[in-house]
């Protein structure tokens, strides 16, 4: 390997340049080292981005897919040359946590970090990396598609999950960007019986319905749930995911949920309150966090190898490594959905 690689640096807000840096090795034992494929801009890149969260200067990216190129002495799962898909949470996928089914919340985990870069040091590689069968595609598109279940993908089909998105269900999804795009395809691949989803862009709307949505409602917040209601008879939708994370997404996904029914939350939460009295009088389930995408993985590269589901529609720019400053851009300004950067 090279000594040093490019890679992109947040360094104040609306501040994003790609630098020399030096390539990682292996610290731990339990490390993989991966030659990026491509990397992408994710919804949540945008909150230090904007000067929303504090900003340090800082290597950006937590979503990837790659080629194995270096592992510790531990690493017995995936070995150099595999073609792997990682969650954005590390995890071990032995400990307690894991096998409860939230890699996420994993005892020995945390978030992966540094991938927009050529190369990527992966910690806990066994349980973070899932290898993809029969090598790396020749396809760009299940190329991108398996990038989307890095992050996005997995995230919105947790919110679905969470959700309790099947066969004979209503679900509604609160928020237009890649993963509440992600939420309805995956309610809609889990046989949800109508899928509502939430948008005022043309663009966002028109992916919506190719993912699944039966319906696309313009309004928002209590007008938002209002039609939610009149689509449901009175009642409001046996599930709702919330793909935001701020106060009005909240409220409105509340508001559209039916006494009894599901709110999976998987927008990154941001100044958000729940009223204890609105919660008690709606009687419905908020299950959610970071999502445990590890846990979803393996079904969700079979469905993209099998072409059943092609999240990476979601992403509607691409732009080599050394435009990620135009890619923050584009998508601060909804310019883009999402964008993938081309290693």
Request: aromatic share 6%; glycine share 12%.
């Amino acid at each position: 390997m090279d000594e040093t690689m490019r890679g992109v640096i947040l360094h104040a807000p609306g501040d994003v340049t790609v630098e020399d840096r030096p390539v990682p090795h292996v610290i731990d034992p339990t490390d993989a080292i991966l030659k990026v494929e491509i990397a992408c801009i994710c919804g949540s890149d945008l909150w230090p981005y904007r000067g929303l969260q504090p900003v340090e200067e800082s290597p950006m990216g937590h979503e990837y897919i790659g080629t194995v190129v270096e592992i510790g002495s531990d690493v017995k799962n995936v070995k150099v040359g595999d073609f792997v898909v990682g969650s954005f949470c590390l995890s071990d996928n032995t400990c307690e946590i894991c096998a409860s089914g939230y890699p996420s919340r994993c005892v020995n985990g945390g978030f992966m970090g540094d991938t927009q870069a050529q190369y990527t040091r992966v910690p806990q590689a066994d349980g973070t990396l899932v290898v993809v069968p029969g090598g790396r595609p020749e396809d760009p598109e299940i190329l991108a598609s398996l990038l989307a279940a890095s992050d996005v993908l997995g995230t919105g089909w947790f919110g679905a999950v969470a959700a309790e998105a099947g066969p004979g269900k209503t679900v509604a999804v609160v928020g237009d960007g890649a993963v509440g795009l992600s939420a309805v395809l995956a309610a809609k691949a889990l046989g949800s019986e109508q899928v509502i989803a939430f948008s005022r862009h043309e663009d966002r709307a028109a992916l919506a319905r190719e993912f699944g949505a039966d319906v696309v409602i313009a309004e928002r917040g209590e007008e938002g749930a209002a039609k939610v209601k009149e689509l449901t008879g009175g009642l409001g939708a046996h599930g709702v995911v919330e793909a935001v994370g701020n106060q009005v997404s909240m409220d409105q996904a509340i508001a559209s949920c039916r006494p009894g029914g599901h709110v999976g939350f998987v927008g990154v939460s941001h100044d958000q309150q729940i009223d204890g009295g609105t919660l008690f009088f709606s009687e419905v389930h908020l299950h959610g966090g970071p999502a445990p995408v590890r846990r979803f993985l393996p079904d969700l590269i079979d469905r993209i190898l099998k072409k059943e589901i092609n999240p990476g529609k979601v992403f509607t720019l691409r732009l080599p490594l050394e435009q990620a400053a135009e890619g923050y851009q584009a998508m601060d300004e909804r310019r883009a959905i999402k964008v993938l950067l081309e290693v």
